[in-house]
């Protein structure tokens, strides 16, 4: 007998349908997504499009207005925060101000009415792995730095051993250069912890670098979900794709039997997914390392002759900014094969219909 299909997983938490409305307005619309157990996904959208919304519900600080979130397949749409197996991460983090950090993690522990020997050995072992000293368990939190409240905010977290880790933005008041390492402090820390961990920001950036998958929202709706791989080589729409920065988006519109761009010379060369056959408007997508000069030897598909007016060096690439009309676009070589000319220089730019992705306008 042939070995049935091993059941799929069920989803840690499951939203069918979820809408949440104040007044008139919905501030999420319509929602289907599966979490799944043991992921670190990131909701990413700019701000207003419902994020802080959608991460209320699933921690049972709103109730959806209409449809259902459920958890390992039981309805959880009214359970009150403290009867979830969830816990929210503030960017404000929320620790005890006049505390020392043990007396902060182990608070959870004292709720849970855990024993002063256990609860202290607890503390100690999520200092471990939030990579603090021990000798910070009796520092004041106010005499952490911002990193380091960040990982005992964490740490605290953790003591509660709750399923799912919610996070609000929590890196946003850190500076540049302690963001990027707790960007990869935070991924290290969701893959020792086994926890599930949906996070919301605005910075694609950030969720690039950390998340197994990513939700982009626009005006309340979740537009695309993808690993970081399918969201930045197969947005679904021109928001996405722009919402990625650093891309250069061509609107193309339908001219009698072929697509016209605005610049180009000639009809544009585009490679249509099935899905906008019938459409009248597309945007094209092209990423700056698929740009290029045309030239005597190398020729293009699509062209447009502008005006280079910026040249960035960024180490082993080089950027170069060309304006064409009013509008500019990026190009990135490695710097190998840097472009001849200089700053204020004529230059045609091209790119093949295979270089480009094609998406809804
Ligand atoms: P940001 O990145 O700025 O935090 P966001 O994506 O998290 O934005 P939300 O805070 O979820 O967005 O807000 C989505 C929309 O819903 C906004 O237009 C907001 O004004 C509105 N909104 C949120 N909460 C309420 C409320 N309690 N009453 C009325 N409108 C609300």
């Known amino acids: 007998k042939a070995p049935s299909p091993l059941p799929e997983a069920l989803p840690i938490l499951q939203l069918v349908g979820v809408r949440k409305t104040f007044g008139a307005f919905a501030a999420v619309e319509r929602i289907d997504l599966d979490i799944r157990d043991g992921e670190f996904l990131t909701i990413v959208g700019p701000s207003g499009s ?38 929210l991460v503030f960017q404000s983090l929320a620790l005890f101000p006049h505390k020392t950090v043990g007396e902060n993690i182990e608070f959870p522990l004292k709720v849970k009415k855990v024993a002063g020997a256990a609860r202290k050995a607890r503390a100690l072992e999520l200092l471990r792995l939030v990579q603090l000293p021990e000798s910070y368990y009796a520092k004041n939190v106010m005499q952490c730095s911002g990193g380091e409240r960040q990982r005992v905010a ?38 020792l912890s086994g926890k599930t961990f949906v996070y919301i920001t605005h910075s694609l950036e950030e969720a690039m670098v950390m998340s197994d998958r990513i939700g982009v929202m626009r005006a309340g709706r979740l537009v695309q979900v993808g690993t970081p791989e399918e969201i930045y080589t197969r947005p679904s729409t021109k928001f996405v794709a722009e ?6 988006v061509f609107d193309a519109v339908r001219s009698g039997e072929g697509w016209r761009i605005d610049g180009l010379d000639g009809p544009a060369a585009l490679d249509l997914p099935p899905g906008l056959r019938t459409a009248d408007a597309a945007a094209v997508v092209v990423r700056p390392e698929f740009l290029r000069f045309v030239d005597g ?36 070589l490695s710097r190998a094969n840097a472009w001849g000319g200089k700053p204020g220089d ?13 998406v809804a306008a």
């Open 297 to 332: 030897q190398a020729d293009a598909q699509n062209r447009l002759s502008g005006v280079v007016f910026n040249e960035y060096a960024l180490g082993s690439r080089i950027q170069y900014q060309v304006r064409v009309g009013e509008k500019t676009f990026l190009l990135e």
């Open 243 to 248: 919402f990625m920065g650093e891309v250069n």
């Open 154 to 191: 964490l740490a605290r977290a953790l003591a509660y051993d709750p399923d799912v880790l919610f996070f609000d933005e929590p890196l946003s008041a850190l500076d540049y250069k302690l963001k990027k390492v707790m960007e990869k402090e935070l991924k290290d820390l969701h893959r």
């Open 50 to 87: 419902g994020k802080t919304t959608l991460l209320r519900m699933l921690a049972g600080m709103e109730a959806p207005s209409e449809g259902d979130i459920s958890l390992r397949g039981v309805r959880i749409n009214e359970t009150p925060p403290a009867r979830r197996p969830t816990c």
């Open 346 to 358: 004529a230059a045609t730019i091209g790119w093949d219909a295979r270089d480009a992705i094609v």
